[in-house]
Structures are given as C-alpha cells and as structure tokens.
C-alpha cells in the first residue's frame, strides 16, 4: 500500500513524503472508512449474570447492530429488541429492577469506546449474549495486514493521496478528494448487503415477548 500511496503521488522513494506521514494517513483512511461505511462486522460473546443488568458494549464498538440472549440450559436463542433510553419509560415505568428468566429488550448510554447495554427485565439466571457490531479498525503499522474487507483497497490509497497532497498544498488533492468520495460512497451503498438476491417476508412466527406480557409488553 505505501508503494502504492508513493506511485499516486510520483514520490516513489519517499523524497517529499516520509513512510511514517504515509502510515498515518493509512490509519486516518481506515478509521474513516470504518465509521462512515461501518463494513468491519464483528461477534463478541459478553457473559451474562444472575441479576446483574448493566454490562459493557466491545471497547472496539462503534454502533450495536443485534444482541440475542443464550441460556445454555434451553438451549434457546432470544433476541433481544432495542428500546431508546427514554422511551423505556413506558416499559418498566418505576419498576427498572424487575426481574425474569431472561430479558427481552436492552437500550444503551454513552459513547465508544464505553457503551453501556442494559438489559430489561434484570436477567433472574445467567447465560450469554450474543453481540452484532460494527467495529473501528486496528492501527496498522510498517508490516501490518490492513484492516479493510478485501477488494476495497484503493479506497486507502486514495485517501492518503489527497491529505498528502493537501499537506504541501497542492491543488490536485481536491480531485483526488472527490474520487475518494466517489468510491466510498459506491462502497456504503454496495456494502449495506453481502447479496444480490431478493429478501422475503416472513409470516408465521411472533417472538413470545411480543404477546406474553413479559417486560411491560401487551
């Protein structure tokens, strides 16, 4: 990638750009990346207690997608639907500790890298949630594999050519600005599904939460 940075900016021997300026314009490319295209998908396991209804989101967390609820036991997987902090009012009403077998709703407070997640009811036996999230990328240095799914590669170099362009203010970064946005945009739209194929409507099937009363539902 840094042959690559130095060849778009006719710098190959690192004359105008040191390799260090480059690498950190390659981490600049890949966080910004990450958080406006959120394409670094990831599963982390969070251990769940017995009347415990506070837990930590990954320090990696940029946004939750999905939580579900395992208990070993049933062998069962519940998932859990999100509820905006305030609007959980109308839920657990002055009752925020009531307890049940396993929750069924969760909302969130503060920012990465602390999320806070908390459950609702107060799970009454432990098991594990499963969390769906969209994660920052790893630093990467001199010899470091790139933290990016395959095949959107370029999308670095070009970001790392108009900073460094912009750095000596150079006019050409702006184009090569507007072709960095160009791709990524491309990219958001190409990655918020891994398929081509069309989705479906299921029917038949309403979660136990949704009728049975638990956790302030009617």
Known sequence: MLTQIGYALDDPNNQLYSQTQLISYVNEAQADIARRAEV????????????VRDY?????CLRVYKLEFFQSQSQQI???EYVGLVEMDSIWG????????WPNVWTSWQQPPKVLIRLYP???QAGTITC????????VGFSDVLDIPMGWEDLIRDYSEFMALRSRADPRWSDAK?????????YIQRSRTNTTAPGRITTGFTPYAWYSGIGGYD
């Open 56 to 60: 930590m989101a990954p320090v990696d």
């Open 122 to 124: 107060v799970p009454g």
């Open 40 to 51: 670094l998908q990831q599963l982390n396991q969070i251990p769940i207690y017995n009347q």
């Open 94 to 101: 002055i009752n925020q500790y009531n307890r049940s077998a």
């Open 78 to 80: 519940w998932p859990l």
């Open 132 to 139: 769906y999230y969209y994660r920052s990328p790893r630093s």
């Open 178 to 186: 507007t072709l960095y946005e160009q791709k990524l945009d491309d």
